[in-house]
């Protein structure tokens, strides 16, 4: 009887506190895990060249290093602008949409070959490039001497080039390219501009010819690179202002600690109830999503962009239009489709930006008109 005493009171000490002592054990565990992925944590920031999530760009990096390239990550104008002072360097801007005035006007001094990825028209007459919209996902074939034509068939974005005199076009659709050289002056050094982002991203580099396309372009004057990433920040933030690249890990394991609390305490929170979610987003819906954003901001430009671009892809699918169709055929085209004056359907798809929501809407009614009575 006196022996299990002892041995009784560790029992009633364990029923007591063992919840306290697992919910101890995994706090530090998880504390310790803490610091070691801070400590380790690679950037997470989507088009890094130190990320490898599927919209990473880590495996561009280490192609071209295995090709002898070298590639340094600038995140802040100050830091890119501050390695472009070495002209040996060839600058990849990324997001060059976000880019302020006064940082466009610098770029625009560099004698450095300025490599641009653009994925949209917004703000690239800074730079000194006009675009306009195109079919998305078309097949396009190279049309030019230039070494980039050896990467083959790529696939065309939301919008293209449009290539000034002097100016050497490669991969055309309709009036545009999705590839552009601008040969270098006194003023400047060599610019290339070169449509889809995502072609740089590691769920898409190996697509076609992607990869060539990107690497033949960024390689063509040296194996030096800075690598912008586009950033607004200004030239230096507070640490307090900073967001640390690894916040996301530290959510998550606050997440596992949230869940082995509750797991800990016995909480019930029920059976799991599947649910099948919808894996593919129509397309109709992103483009309304994205009116629904321009409508927002009042940026009736852009909105009719889209709806154009938008009708004149549906319109090309029914009718048979060619990827490479040039504005006069698109135009021919549709008017034998519709019966309709090329003049009303130049105005229609190609004509003034509306100022106001009403003209917005008018030219709403005309576009989904149109294409009524191009493909009925």
């Known amino acids: 009887m006196t022996s299990s ?3 009784t009171e560790r029992t009633g000490f364990w029923k007591a506190y063992r919840a306290r002592i697992i919910l101890i054990t995994a706090i530090l565990l998880i504390l310790a895990l803490l610091s070691v992925v801070i400590y380790f944590a690679p950037n997470r920031e989507a088009h890094s060249i130190d990320s490898y999530r599927p919209d990473g760009s880590a495996a561009v990096a280490n192609i071209a290093a295995n090709h002898g390239m070298s590639f340094k990550q600038a995140e802040t104008p100050q830091a890119a602008l501050r390695l472009a002072q070495d002209t040996n360097h060839t600058v990849v801007l990324l997001n060059p949409e976000l880019l ?3 940082v466009a006007e610098e770029v625009n001094k560099l004698s450095n070959p300025v490599v641009i990825i653009a994925h949209t028209d917004l703000r690239m007459d800074r730079l000194g490039f006009r675009m306009e919209p195109i079919a998305n996902g078309m097949t396009l074939n190279p049309d030019c001497l230039a070494p980039v034509a050896r990467a083959g068939q790529i696939t065309s974005s939301l919008f293209g080039v449009v290539a000034e005199t002097g100016d ?3 991969y055309p659709a309709q009036s545009t390219s ?4 601008r040969p270098a002056n006194e003023t400047r050094g060599d610019r290339y501009v070169i449509v889809g982002v995502s072609r740089l991203e590691n769920q898409h580099l190996a697509e076609r010819g992607n990869a060539s396309l990107l690497l033949s372009t960024i390689g063509a004057h040296s194996d030096n690179v800075i690598w912008w990433l586009g950033n607004t920040d200004p030239l230096e933030l507070p640490v307090d202002k900073q967001t640390p690249p690894y916040l996301n890990e530290v959510l998550g394991l606050l997440l596992v600690l949230f869940l082995v609390s509750a797991f800990v305490y016995g909480r019930k929170f029920g059976p799991l109830v599947p649910e099948e979610l919808p894996v593919v987003v129509p397309s109709l819906e992103t ?4 009116a629904s954003l321009y409508r927002r901001s009042r940026d009736y430009e852009h909105m009719a962009q889209s709806m154009r671009a938008w009708t004149l892809s549906r319109i090309s699918s029914q009718i048979g239009i060619s990827q490479t169709s040039s504005r006069p055929e698109v135009l021919q085209a549709v008017a034998k489709a519709t019966g309709r004056p090329e003049s009303e359907i ?4 190609y004509g003034n930006h509306p100022k106001t929501l009403q003209d917005l809407n008018t030219l709403n009614k005309q576009l989904n008109q149109l294409e009524s009575e191009a493909t009925k």
């Not at 999705?178 to 050289?181: A, D, L, R, S």
């Open 178 to 181: 999705t590839w552009v050289h």
């Open 346 to 349: 130049d105005s229609i798809l």
């Open 5 to 7: 005493a002892p041995q």
């Open 168 to 170: 050497e076009g490669c």
């Open 287 to 290: 483009v309304r999503g994205r």
């Open 100 to 102: 302020r005035p006064e």
